[in-house]
């Protein structure tokens, strides 16, 4: 599953998301990282309501992709648990997230993702450990990275507060290996997908600048992410 970040040493008035205004339909600056890190600002309980990530939980989804170079449609599956265990990245204690991708059926990729939520509410994405596999084996570690690494910062997997249409927000800071950055496209949606339909979801555009790849993805209130539509396919919730 393709995550989220931010970054930037920009100030930020609030990790909330900044409403359009009378006659203001541009986009917005991205909501960035704070100048100086304070693990005191940050906790493991991760209650935002568009990204709540209780220990135990776990979410399975399901979808269909189309292979570009070959044409081949193959089955997904990505499945992701809340661990119990924490640990601790650029000083800060985060929660350790499990996200495993399968196509066809195969284990291809197996990722500890890291989050803590800020004192505002916004859930910051502090980096990724990857083990890319082939026929079982890893064969790699491609995409990994972490806050406080070289001139990683940690990244907004979601802002806190009212999300408004247009904020922006960066859900990775890692130069030359993950930039990802997301813009709310609309709010109030109703979406409908194999574990039933949700209400009041944000509809967001994620767009990747290292590969110019762009994706268009749904979060829920007390479910959080729920749908995912690109080129190639889609992906959708069937339990959580």
Not at 22 to 46: H, L, R, S, V, W
Not at 189 to 198: D, H, I, K, N, S
Request: contains cysteine; glycine residues 12%; aromatic residues 8%.
């Amino acid at each position: 599953m393709k995550t989220f970040n931010l970054g930037g040493l920009l100030l930020v008035l609030a990790a909330t998301g900044i409403a359009c205004g009378p006659g203001d339909t541009g986009e917005k600056t991205p909501t960035g990282t704070p100048a100086a890190i304070d693990p005191a600002d940050f906790q493991t309980t991760i209650d935002n309501p568009l990204y709540p990530l209780a220990p135990g939980s776990a979410w399975v989804y399901e979808g269909e992709e189309v292979d570009p170079d070959t044409g081949e449609t193959f089955t997904t599956r990505v499945e992701v648990t809340v661990l119990t265990e924490t640990d601790t990245v650029a000083g800060v204690e985060v929660l350790v997230v499990k996200d495993e991708a399968f196509e066809d059926g195969e284990l291809i990729e197996s990722t500890l993702d890291y989050y803590a939520q800020h004192k505002d509410g916004s859930v910051y994405y502090f980096g990724e450990r990857v083990d890319n596999y082939e026929n079982g084996e890893v064969v790699n570690h491609n995409g990994s990275w972490l806050a406080g690494e070289g001139d990683n910062l940690p990244g907004i997997a979601m802002p806190g507060g009212d999300v408004s249409v247009g904020a922006v927000f960066e859900q990775e800071k890692a130069p030359g290996i993950a930039e990802d950055r997301s813009t709310v496209l609309s709010v109030g949606e109703t979406v409908t997908v194999p574990a039933g339909t949700f209400e009041d979801c944000i509809k967001t555009r994620d767009e990747n600048p290292l590969d110019q790849a762009t994706e268009t993805k749904f979060f829920c209130p007390g479910v959080g992410f729920v749908r995912e539509e690109f080129e190639e396919g889609d992906l959708s919730l069937v339990s959580y």
